[in-house]
């Protein structure tokens, strides 16, 4: 019965960060410029929300049909999602946004939605790639967003064990800052961070970027409290447990169709005192595998570990700007053919480990200039893609992960059927996220738009891409399935998984009220 | 259709290693001793197995009606299955055992049960100390044991992902063995590790002594393959992923009730080259609970670390003989008051930087001789409890994890109350596994055996202890639910934790051949 929360975050936008001139002369000469392509304002369709089911639902929570915040509310951050502010598609838009200010209250929604028949689409910091919070209604007579907003609280800090709760809607800053005053990290930085919320977090498997130190952040949750419409479930608990099945990996990565997750019990840690981050070049992509397969199979990872192929680290320099061209005649000096970048970072781990496990391998090093020039642009990804496309291009992620022994052929093997698509795109990629028996992938693409049909455009190359991902690893290491990974899951979970999924979602979700059309 | 593999193993036993003097002197002194209660020789019920079902399962697999094969393989190790075997209770028998050779074989015995009704226990190392093996038909007419001792393959080793795909039938030794032949090793070694099966780690959430080091069993499984009644499934795969839900997570502490494990893909390490391990004093429980803590919290646990409490410390220095009265003269001097032992082991982590956590602590070094005791007595639990049985001890333990603010309470809690229902029992404590934000806590549990009905005695006692372990921490932290824990299971995962259990049961297992009363 609280009607205090005001909608006020998550509208749809995008911080743009302007391309600087050096980067959009490469561009021009690297992938080709297209024709600009500006946003265009977009319009809500009328709320189907019956006047019934909005009286119902402000008796219990907060509920806007405001045109604003529905759109707001109407899609992620994918180039789909980009392209359709841009007049390409249309966004699903909800016909009410509603903002719980606790999980009890979240509860009583669910309850509400059940009895309405209403879709429930949950949603935090709405950066999902996947197209996993489109405001799909399924079968259902109207949809809400169902935003986490009003969930801000740390609820409670254990500083000797090093556990705290955290409510669902808290960013990732928002976190840092809570977790800060009591002297501890969570130290999940994925690019997402800026906006991303603990439960989107949870409900996806994210992975930061300093996942080898911290681990993924599955690794970092003791319990769930979530919010289903058969009622309120609290899982896990226990440091680890043999007590059946671990039931809470059921619920971290269901994507919203289990339940609303509004609570997240997770490890922290002290915050680093002097965080360290450096640049290295090795020769070579394979040198560069051989490199953090290394540290990782020796428990010598840096915090934070990533690997550049050749692609990658010519664009990293390019865009270094004034700094290059002094980088790139040090690299000549030193004989590197294939220069490929590696940032490691220390935060909680041992520096002197990592360099230890490195000294039988011929690495250049670059310096802390290097390292403090990719923790300045570590959340740039995402807001230098509106300039993209503002220059005409198409310019989108995949991602994987896979076993050391098919890191090479997969990256080969996508860049290919990448290459086949899109005619003669950039494909750059890095390793990311480093583990004892193999590593992510992450490619990124530009080529210029299509201008016909530029949608379409992207679909081709997802699919020709994701086909061979599906085939040598897993269709997704860190973006969740959502809308646009369904039709590789099957192939990776079996048929029986996808049955098992049902029979959960059957037995949480009765109604189907939640998130429709996504994950399953 | 391969009738060739013999049934050999797993014949109801335990090679009991008989008590030193000095250890029955220390016995007759702390505990009392009470009347020896030898074992009685059990005799097989007829076996309820149908002509036409007995074809049918010879005409895919090898079958055995005979009793000594069923009565090896009618219940586990825990102390209720020792006193069933020396005249107090009746174990239950299966009507067949059933001993398939490969992982197709084993699908086809499934589906001989289903058209049959027949319910299907699956049988490992039979080291289960919660009722985990016993032969129940629940609503079935028979019951047969499925001996997995025919999967004894190593499939496939990846040595550069470092990833070994094992057979489920294959014990600790035999992994050991053929995977040393690579140069890798699995590093799973819990006190059940001479029989227990790599199917029953996978399918108990089994931890092992250097579990710091190595990571519990589920850590260590990359991905199952698992015979179900519909169908095969393969779960898991890649090292990392955001597909959904990890379902490899629903296996793996399924204990028989979703699927019959029969092959399970493993992280695998090198050999170590110098294991090395090492006894050490603190003075006090807290004074040792905050040296585990700073290990774990500081990324320098050993790869083996183990806390004994003040009364284990007793019991381990009496039990050392000849070395005791030196050691303890030399504890006097060093004034501590209240010894507490604790065991550091390497294998693979780094010694130093345990040391160098370690060096504001206060610590008296017992050395290697120690640790090289610990080494050898390491699986000695299991086999003195015949001993102890035959001397009239009632002897039995129980184990937990929790939170480190909560430990300390936790121990105080369960040593009340078993020291309240059994009058003046020796509790013995250690910390054997220890996490970030917790750790296990196991309880040895020694007092004479009541002479009327020693079944109640412990039952009793089991049910005061489970109260307070339940409300404090995980009912169980590597022993599984089994029967015996079933009744806490609930207050663990939640009446909505066990209805999705069950949805995934009914899901995997339409007609609930597989394992009936146990988890659920």
Redesign the interface.
Known sequence: MCNTVAVTRARWTTETTPLPPHALEWLSRRVGLGEPLPEVPLTAPPSALSADAFEALEAVSFVSVEDSDRLGRSGGLSYLDLLRHRGYGTPAVPDAVVQPASPAEVLEVLQVCVEHDIAVVPFGGGTSVVGGVEALRGSKSAVVALDLAGLGSLVSV?P????AVLQAGITGPEAEKLLGKHGFTLGHVPQSFERATIGGFAA????GQASSGYG?F?DMV?SVRVA?P??E???G???????????K???????GLFGVITEVSV?V?PEPRAPRYEGFVVDGWEAGVELV?TLA?N?ALADVTRLSDVDETEVALELAGSRAAAVKKYLRFRRIAQPCLVVLGWE???RS?TMSALSGLKTVRLGRAMGAAWVHGRFNGPRQRDALLDAGVCVETLE???????VSELRDEVRKALTAELGNPVVMCHVS?A??????LYFTVLVPRDLDDPVKQWERAKIAASDVISRL?????????GRD?QPW?EN???S??V??????K???DPTGILNPGK?L
């Open positions: 254990d000797v064990s090093r556990v996806t498997r994210s992975a993924r599955e003791e289903t058969v009622g479930w609290v899982v608990g226990a440091p680890a447990s043999a007590a059946g099945p671990d039931l990996q059921l619920v971290l990565g269901s994507e490890r840690r397969r199979q428990g909680c781990r041992s480990a994987t992960a896979t076993h050391w022994s098919k996220h583990y004892e028996t193999g590593a992510s690893g897993t269709i997704t290491h860190h973006h969740a399935v990974h899951l990776e979970i079996g029986i998984g049955d098992v999924l049902r029979a959960v059957s037995q949480l994950l």
